[in-house]
T-cell receptor
Framework: AQSVAQPEDQVNVAEGNPLTVKCTYSVSGNPYLFWYVQYPNRGLQFLLKYITGDNLVKGSYGFEAEFNKSQTSFHLKKPSARVSDSALYFCAVTRGNKLVFGAGTILRVKS | DTGVSQNPRHKITKRGQNVTFRCDPISEHNRLYWYRQTLGQGPEFLTYFQNEAQLEKSRLLSDRFSAERPKGSFSTLEIQRTEQGDSAMYLC??????????????FGPGTRLLVL
């Protein structure tokens, strides 16, 4: 069955430093992978998705993600973190017509 | 820009009462989804509609839960005889159907339910 795992409950990074939020996947067939961000007491905002093509996907707010088939990973990255990036990040994969989410990773960016 | 809207944003109820939530999707989107998110977890799928047809329901959706999308536009999610375990954030999402599992789902702000 399609699933994703986010191995880190929390990631801490200093403002201005690069950030990485990890996601690994387990799928049969071609994976359709997504990243969403959630701010406190808010819904989920779509950041980016991988369907096919280039392994480096660019998304909203300067985020990008690298699809790595051999490592079954889809890590979210940003070259220079901002305090406003502090939030809860979810990786997800489609299973049929629904999304299956990881448990989420809290990102804290300190000034 | 009108995104997905949900009402109410917050609901406090007593155990045993019925509650109903509403979701208005992005206007041209024909697919609508309901998810439930408990504290510290990722959202879990409940059900989805294509136009007015309810095409899939999760095993999480017990007999006390019912969802409708009568005219293929807004949707309602009703929980009957609420239990404390129903306390969660209920999220609605919509997408423009046609590309199947590649579609991007856009989420509303959620309705936070607290059952006392």
């Amino acid at each position: 069955a399609q699933s994703v795992a986010q191995p880190e409950d929390q990631v801490n990074v200093a403002e201005g430093n690069p950030l990485t939020v990890k996601c690994t996947y387990s799928v049969s067939g071609n994976p359709y992978l997504f990243w969403y961000v959630q701010y406190p007491n808010r819904g989920l905002q779509f950041l980016l998705k991988y369907i096919t093509g280039d392994n480096l996907v660019k998304g909203s707010y300067g985020f990008e993600a690298e699809f790595n088939k051999s490592q079954t990973s889809f890590h979210l990255k940003k070259p220079s973190a901002r305090v406003s990036d502090s939030a809860l990040y979810f990786c997800a994969v489609t299973r049929g017509n629904k999304l299956v989410f990881g448990a989420g990773t809290i990102l804290r960016v300190k000034s | 820009d009108t995104g997905v809207s949900q009402n109410p944003r917050h609901k406090i109820t007593k155990r045993g009462q019925n509650v109903t939530f509403r979701c208005d999707p992005i206007s041209e989107h024909n697919r609508l989804y309901w998810y439930r998110q408990t504290l510290g977890q990722g959202p879990e799928f409940l059900t989805y509609f294509q136009n007015e047809a309810q095409l899939e329901k999760s095993r999480l959706l017990s007999d006390r839960f019912s969802a409708e999308r009568p005219k293929g536009s807004f949707s309602t999610l009703e929980i009957q005889r609420t239990e404390q375990g129903d306390s969660a954030m209920y999220l609605c999402a919509s997408s423009l159907g046609g590309s199947g599992s590649q579609e991007t789902q856009y989420f509303g702000p959620g309705t936070r339910l607290l059952v006392l």
